[in-house]
Every structure is written in structure tokens, then in C-alpha cells.
């Protein structure tokens, strides 16, 4: 059983499908909802592109491509259940609506009736909690596009069914899994429970539930256990609409659901680089346009960015330059399912421009992909050749990180000069004896990046394991490797007889990166694997390579900015291809 991007079940999935399926067919008899108290705004983005796709019949979902013009959603063929999961989510219905014309207004209407009609009962897959309360939110927020034109049969069909969702829901939402799952069961029952008549009873309960999962999940400084940037807005951004749909219809919202709020706002801004994008680490993307600013300017947290290490992440910022560094120890346990080898790995952005990246998540492109976006080398970090600084389970712990670095001391510093990060973290000592050191310091003017990486052993035990390791390599030394991971977007070109690489941004913006020690310079493939794509980008790595024959290596790098680009671009290249003056 694959479980990409969900975390595991506490119950025997057979025990919880089952109980699903009792409660759906339960309240499936009933018929309780005859209208909405009061008429819901749309708050969900879409994706104006992938509305696009689907209206032209790709559908891409779970990693999968389907072609299939004209086709009903619910005929296509389904390669796998993660993929029917995300159909009966309705997240698509956004996209459809990013659209908004008439033909994607009678798409939506066509799929959503024939719901009903073969799953309104309480048969399929999505009579789940954590499905079943994001298809109320989305139905909700569309009631005017779905509703628009329809027959008055249709629009009792339409309200039976959210009555009968809502009762499963106020049944089952215990079930969820921890974290984002159950946020989005319990914000879904208070969506609804406050939208359909006859549903208000339902209310206390989901707040009540919603604040006890505020406490315990977001800890005190606004971060999850998944340490995912980008789940942690989905949170914020379920969190935020219940709220307003509790001012709307004149309700007090708990107080921890409030201060969980006021959490999380200051550290999505520390993880946030300078082209408004979220840091890509642990399964999260960018995220959907426009739809971090949207969350903090609707959390009423005004201007605060979180210090310190939040969410276990360290930030440096000089000019228009941001650095975000993965600095803690990996999810563990259940909250590891997802969750990447990527300890010490780094992006870096100038201005609206990503300039170093980490490959991922792949999870939107297949297994496979995966996994590989959760490997080490797909960051942008040091890298021992054939194994990760996380390493994934097996059996009963497939999909888990184990045998994770457990030792990551930090140091940071700020001054005059710019600000610096000292950090190492133990997780190749198990395999080789070895401890890696990050040590970054970026200008005050955010001109220059500099980086120092180590790999030594620190103790005689290290020494006696690095020993082993070189027996196993039959004294051919450990191989390894710095990679440096380009958005797809960068321009790089080795220069200086293999010493150096010029990086053009689509700014016009000229970065040079150099290096000194003991290793080989060279350009390699790469990919971007970003949601809502057909497919990864292509993109290339800068790649250091070296092999270790003695108890300790160090190399010097840095990127610093072209001496005639000036401090302040005037960035006008749109990222659809169009300047803005066409």
C-alpha cells in the first residue's frame, strides 16, 4: 500500500473503509438539508491552466495522465487509488472555476449531478472524513456555479446530498488521520454546519474538536510535525476560512483556533523567499499563486516574521537575496511519511528570481518519483554516493525516514556584515563514520553568498567506521558530491577552465559561482518537479565531485552577484513568456 503524501492509519485500512462505508450508507437514508442559511462566497484559487486541461480532457492526478476527451470524470479509468481519491476531492471543481465560462460551468454541473447520482448513497471511495469534508468546502464555496441554471430537482439532490455528507462527517471526522486530514474533516463540518439549514447542531462540537487539534498539532512556534511549508498554509488557509465563516454568521471562534492562526502567520512569512513562493522541503511546492499573500493578509498577523529556527528552518536575507535552510533533524514516526532527506540543503532566490532549488516532491508524478524526490541528491546539500542522510523503512516502516540524523547543532550570527549559519548534522555517521558541517554567510547586501562544507569524523569510533567503510570500498576511497541544484529558468555555463559557472537569470541578473578544493566541476541533467505540470521540468545541477581517502576533506564556494548588475533590477519578464508592456 503506497501512502504518498498521507500518513498512515492507526486502524487496519479494511476496519476504517468499512466503518466509512457503514456510516455513508447510514446517512445516506436521510434527508435533512433544504438550503443554505446564508450565501457562501467562493474562497478556493484554482489554477487557471489546469481548468484548461481538464476541459480539453487531460486529466492529470496522483502522477498520472489520462487523455480523454469528452469523457466523464467518473468513466476514466483509475490506475490506482490515490488517483480516484483526489476525483472524489473535488479540488478540481477550483480549477473549473478559475475558468468560470459556460463551458466549464456545464463540466463542473455534469460532474458533480452524476456524483450523486452513483456515489451519493454512500458508495466509493470518497465517503472518507478527509475527502468528504474538502468536496463540502468546494461544493460550498461553488453553489452559485453549480447551481446556476439548474432544475429545482437538481438543486434538492444538490442540498440532500450536503445534508447527508455533513452528518457522515459529524460521525466520522475522528477517524482522519492527524494533521492536515482531519483539519480539513473538521473545517468542512463547520463549513456546513453553518452554511445548510438544519445543520447549526453540529457547530460547538467541530469548534470544539477544531481547537483541541489546534493545541496539540501546531506547536508554539507555528510549525507541524510534517515540517511541509506548503501544508502548513493549506492549515492556515483551512483555518482562516472557518473562522470567517464563524464571524459571518455572528459566532465567537475559539481561542486556540485564533492563537494557532496568529502561530502560523509569522512563520509562513520566514518561509517564504523573496518572489513570494514557499521553501520547497518535506513534500511541499511553491504553492498556488497568490495564495500565500491571500492567507496573511486574511490571518489579521500584520508584518511579523518568525526568528530563531521556525518549523526548523533558518532563514538568511541580505538585498533582494534569500537563503532558507533545512536545519533540523527530519520528521520522525508517523508526521516522516512525505518527508525528505534533506538536512543542511538550501535554496537560494534573488529577487523574483529562484536561482539554486531542491528537485521536489514527485509525488504528483507517480511513486517512482517519489521516491526520488525524497532522496538526498535531490537536494541541494552534500552527498555521499549511494546513500541518503535519511534513509527510507522497509516492511511494517515503508515509507518512513529512518535511521535519521538525530545531532544538528546550529549556530547563527548577525552583524554588520551580513548574516551567517554554522550547522552539522550526524546522519552518515551510522554508514561511514562521517559528520557533515554547513557553514553559510550571506552579504549584508545580499551580494555574496559564501559556503564552507566539511566531512570529517570527530571521534576514535567515527575513525574505526570510517575505516570499515574504506575496507568496504576496497580502499578506493568514499565517494561523493556537492550538488547545486538550477530552477529550470537559470542560464549556467562552465567558465574558467572548470574553476567556475555563470548563472543568467531570466532578470538579466549575472551570478558567478566559484569553488576551492579537491574536486571535479560539472554540469548534469537535473529535474523540477512542480504540481500542476504535465510533466517534470528539465533543468541541470552544478556538481562538485570528490572521493575521500583520509578522515577529513573541506571546500570552499560561493555565488556572488556580476560587478555590473546593479543593486536594484527592474524585473519586468512576466513568467508566462510576456513582458509587460506587450
Not at 480539453?56 to 467518473?74: K, Y
Not at 458533480?112 to 452513483?118: C, L, P, Q, S, V
Not at 496539540?216 to 511549508?229: A, F, M
Request: charged content about 25%.
Amino acid at each position: 500500500m503506497s501512502y504518498i503524501g498521507n500518513m498512515p492509519p492507526t486502524l487496519p485500512e479494511s476496519a476504517r473503509r468499512w466503518l466509512n462505508h457503514f456510516h455513508a450508507r447510514l446517512s445516506a437514508r436521510l434527508h435533512p438539508a433544504t438550503g443554505f442559511t446564508y450565501q457562501p462566497e467562493p474562497r478556493s484559487i484554482g489554477m487557471l491552466a489546469r481548468g484548461r486541461q481538464l476541459l480539453a480532457g487531460n486529466f492529470q492526478f496522483a502522477g498520472h495522465l489520462i487523455e480523454a476527451p469528452d469523457t466523464m470524470i467518473w468513466d476514466l479509468p483509475r490506475p490506482c487509488r490515490k488517483f480516484e481519491e483526489e476525483l472524489h476531492g473535488f479540488a478540481w471543481l477550483d480549477d473549473l472555476a478559475a475558468v468560470g465560462d459556460a463551458k466549464a460551468c456545464q463540466r463542473a454541473q455534469e460532474w458533480t449531478f452524476e456524483w450523486i447520482r452513483r456515489y451519493g448513497r454512500g458508495r466509493g471511495v470518497g465517503w472518507s472524513p478527509a475527502l468528504t469534508g474538502r468536496r463540502l468546502i468546494r461544493w460550498i464555496n461553488h453553489a452559485i456555479f453549480l447551481l446556476n441554471g439548474q432544475p429545482s430537482a437538481a438543486s434538492r439532490a444538490y442540498f440532500r446530498s450536503l445534508g447527508q455528507q455533513t452528518i457522515f462527517l459529524a460521525r466520522r471526522w475522528e477517524a482522519a488521520n492527524p494533521g492536515l486530514p482531519r483539519f480539513e474533516a473538521l473545517c468542512g463540518l463547520i463549513y456546513a454546519g453553518l452554511a445548510l439549514m438544519g445543520m447549526e447542531r453540529h457547530v460547538i462540537p467541530a469548534m470544539k474538536g477544531l481547537a483541541r487539534e489546534c493545541a496539540g498539532q501546531i506547536d508554539e512556534n507555528g510549525g507541524i510535525p510534517t515540517r511541509n511549508p506548503e501544508e502548513l498554509l493549506e492549515v492556515l488557509t483551512y483555518l482562516i476560512w472557518a473562522a470567517s465563516a464563524l464571524s459571518s454568521a455572528g459566532r465567537m471562534t475559539e481561542r486556540a483556533h485564533l492563537e494557532a492562526i496568529e502561530r502560523i502567520a509569522p512563520t509562513l512569512r520566514a518561509l517564504r523567499h523573496g518572489d513570494g513562493s514557499l521553501a520547497r522541503f518535506h513534500g511541499g511546492d511553491r504553492g498556488l499563486e497568490g495564495r500565500l499573500e491571500l492567507a496573511l493578509a486574511a490571518s489579521g498577523v500584520r508584518g511579523q516574521i518568525a526568528t530563531g529556527l521556525p518549523m526548523g528552518y533558518a532563514r538568511l536575507h541580505g538585498g533582494r537575496t534569500t537563503v532558507i535552510i533545512d536545519a533540523s533533524p527530519p520528521p520522525t514516526g508517523r508526521a516522516s511519511y512525505g518527508a525528505h532527506a534533506s538536512t543542511l540543503a538550501f535554496e537560494m532566490t534573488s529577487g523574483r528570481r529562484p536561482v539554486i532549488v531542491n528537485c521536489g516532491s514527485g509525488a504528483a508524478f507517480g511513486e517512482e518519483w517519489w521516491k526520488a524526490g525524497r532522496a538526498t541528491p535531490s537536494h541541494s546539500t552534500l552527498v555521499i554516493e549511494g546513500v541518503s542522510s535519511s534513509r527510507l523503512g522497509r516492511g511494517r516502516r515503508a515509507g518512513m525516514l529512518v535511521d535519521i540524523p538525530t545531532h544538528v547543532p546550529l549556530q547563527q550570527h548577525s552583524g554588520p556584515e551580513g548574516t551567517s549559519l554554522h550547522a552539522a548534522h550526524d546522519g552518515y555517521v551510522s554508514t561511514h563514520g562521517l559528520t557533515h558541517a554547513r557553514r553559510l554567510k550571506l552579504s549584508f547586501d545580499g551580494a555574496a553568498l559564501h559556503g564552507e562544507d566539511t566531512l570529517a569524523t570527530v571521534s576514535d569510533l567515527h575513525r574505526r567506521q570510517f575505516d570499515k567503510a574504506m575496507d568496504r570500498e576496497r580502499l578506493l576511497g568514499i565517494a561523493g558530491s556537492l550538488r547545486f541544484h538550477l530552477h529550470p529558468d537559470v542560464d549556467a555555463e562552465i567558465d574558467m577552465n572548470g574553476k567556475a559557472v555563470s548563472l543568467v537569470l531570466r532578470s538579466g541578473e549575472i551570478w558567478v559561482f566559484r569553488y576551492r578544493g579537491r574536486a571535479d566541476l560539472r554540469l548534469e541533467p537535473s529535474v523540477y518537479l512542480e504540481k500542476g505540470r504535465l510533466k517534470p521540468r528539465a533543468a541541470k545541477q552544478m556538481v562538485l565531485s570528490w572521493r575521500l581517502f583520509d578522515y577529513a576533506m573541506r571546500i570552499h564556494w560561493s555565488f556572488t552577484k556580476g560587478k555590473s548588475c546593479p543593486v536594484h533590477v527592474r524585473d519586468l519578464e512576466r513568467d508566462d513568456g510576456l513582458n509587460e508592456t506587450e
